[in-house]
Nanobody, 124 residues
Framework: QVQLVESGGGLVQAGGSLRLSCAAS????????MGWFRQAPGKEREFVAG????????YIEASVKGRFTISRDNAKNTVYLQMNSLKPEDTAIYYC?????????????????WGQGTQVTVSS
């Protein structure tokens, strides 16, 4: 099992920035990649960004590319999501998740462990 704890969410005005963190503990040796998803009220959970744990290759969803950056600190078993130029439509609960085996996984069912989520609210 891998336990995940997100932090860094909050309320920000449009155009502002936030950095989310996700700390992993437990069987971290099983991590192949980590990803960020988000879910807005009444909408399905959608992929935002992912990062390969060994080589740091990243893959970013088109609607946030150029604004969001994913990075990781292996020594701290932590993944980050830097969010710049935030828009009201970025408002959602953001979840981090662990992928144990799939390259460039973007579907929620490809991820095995999930954090509890952190709320991001962007006001206009």
């Amino acid at each position: 099992q891998v336990q995940l704890v997100e932090s860094g969410g909050g309320l920000v005005q449009a155009g502002g920035s936030l950095r989310l963190s996700c700390a992993a503990s437990g069987r971290t040796g099983s991590i192949y990649a980590m990803g960020w998803f988000r879910q807005a009220p009444g909408k399905e959970r959608e992929f935002v960004a992912g990062i390969n744990w060994s080589n740091s290759n990243t893959y970013i969803e088109a609607s946030v590319k150029g604004r969001f950056t994913i990075s990781r600190d292996n020594a701290k078993n932590t993944v980050y999501l830097q969010m710049n130029s935030l828009k009201p439509e970025d408002t959602a609960i953001y979840y981090c998740a662990v992928d144990k085996e799939f390259p460039f996984a973007t579907m929620f069912y490809e991820y095995h462990y999930w954090g509890q989520g952190t709320q991001v609210t962007v006001s206009s």
